[in-house]
């Protein structure tokens, strides 16, 4: 699965930078870097994102993109490895980016990307710490919906090209299954919220 991954995203990036997609200006992309707080005591994320989009005019855009999300926790949780303190996510998603027309060099945006964040993580606990099921227990964690609305303004370097400062809501649904020695099975959704600071570049 990590392997058609990052030929996925291989793709998406080729695809964004290829000259052959700037066709009368209609194909660009957008690349953004971030960090996401957790929210009631959810993990951290650094947070990658790259997304070829269709300009349908000056103000609208769309597309389809591909992420990074490295979920941590900084402070160390007494009955957890750092393992288990750690999540990888790939969110897969459709966009749409809205400038609002008010100004020339600096312009308020607004963008929603919705999609499915991917994940797996297989855990052992042999403690039985704030767990539904007792004994040796495994838990496999899977990915599910993910959205993120954002507000920010983007700064226009010349005709083609903007950087953008946005400020994100980011809510990634996840899916745990545990089983225990006892063959005793246990299902949970949970979800990660955060509030992201991203840094992008449009072009």
Known sequence: MKKTIFI?????TYLSFSPVFSQENKIGGQLELGYGFGIDGDFNS??????PLY??????SFGLGVGFKYYYDPSPIFNLTKRAQR?????????????IPIGRMFRPFLNLKTGYGISSQ????????????EGKVDLHNTGGFFISP?????????????????????????????????GEKYH??????NISLRLGLSF
């Open 8 to 12: 996925y995203l291989a793709v998406i």
């Open 46 to 51: 650094a947070q990658i994102f790259i997304t």
């Open 55 to 60: 300009k349908q005019n000056e103000q609208l």
């Open 87 to 99: 999540l990888t996510n790939f969110p897969v998603y459709a966009v749409v980016n809205y400038n």
């Open 122 to 133: 297989k855990l052992h606990f042999d403690d039985n710490i704030n767990r539904p099921i």
């Open 150 to 182: 954002a507000v920010g303004v983007a700064y226009s370097i010349n005709n083609k090209n903007t950087l953008q400062l946005s400020l994100a809501y980011d809510l990634q649904k996840l899916n745990g299954d545990l089983s225990n020695d006892k």
């Open 188 to 193: 949970s959704s949970y979800n990660y919220e």
